[in-house]
């Protein structure tokens, strides 16, 4: 069943998941300044202080939505909305503690802050170089910039990873590259919403060790005669 709202003149056929993700939070990002009794118990939890909502629309499989689709394919009844939250103050992803490598297994144990027990993958490294090589092929684009949500929520997605298609797995991954510094976080102003700039990311090539794309080809040295001799001899011929 589709969704349709026509009380609040949302045209919800000509919005598109993004731009439907982007209301979202907007709408939820102006909660911080309600004044409303009625909100402010639940403020911590749908607008809290130094954070920035990020929305994902996903169908009733977990996966988000097709970044083309109209907002009338998100249906309330069978898909979901998932709220994560971004530090405005800082470029970071939280970082995880300190790990313990097990010497088998297919997991690495850990503890939160709470003293609950974290599972991290065993193939952590080579989910990093993946995602890596997806933030390069990215950058190939020709885009102004590259969005961290858009890259995370959207880009990623796309590729044939065992890990991608979860977004707690993908979150984590991301941070896991951002605290090695292969990934660099930064940010850049967002004329919708000045109080909240976009984080954008880009590949730390060093770090990774990726070259520069201007690095991949290298002049090649040509022997007998030059193009242009040839073109000459050619017409001489004619």
């Not at 969005?147 to 990873?161: E, M, T, Y």
């Amino acid at each position: 069943m589709k969704s349709q709202n026509t009380s609040n003149n949302v045209d919800l056929i000509n919005l598109s998941i993004p731009d439907a993700e982007e209301m979202i939070e907007e709408a939820l990002n102006e909660l911080a300044s309600s004044t409303d009794p009625g909100l402010m118990p639940a403020l911590p939890f749908l607008a809290p202080p130094g954070y920035q909502a990020i929305v994902e629309l996903c169908g009733e499989n977990g996966r988000s939505k097709r970044r083309n689709a109209s907002a009338d394919s998100w249906s309330p009844e069978e898909d979901e909305v998932r709220i994560y939250f971004e530090r405005i103050d800082g470029d970071e992803i939280a970082p995880r503690p300190a790990r313990a490598q097990h010497a088998a297994g297919n997991v690495i144990d850990d503890e939160d802050d709470d003293g609950q027990e974290v599972l991290i993958p065993a193939d952590l490294d080579a989910r990093v170089k993946e995602l890596c090589a997806a933030l390069a092929e990215a950058e190939r684009g020709g885009h102004a910039f590259i969005a961290l949500k858009w890259f995370r929520d959207s880009f990623l997605p796309r590729k044939a990873f065992r890990w991608n298609q979860n977004p707690e797995s993908r979150q984590a991954v991301l941070a896991e590259a951002i605290q090695r510094g292969v990934v660099v976080t930064s940010k850049i102003a967002n004329p919708k919403t000045p109080a909240y700039p976009t984080t954008t990311i880009r590949l730390n090539r060093a770090e990774a060790g990726i070259p520069d794309e201007a690095q991949r080809f290298h002049p090649v040295t040509a022997h007998g005669e030059s193009i242009a001799e040839a073109i000459e001899e050619e017409r001489g011929n004619l």
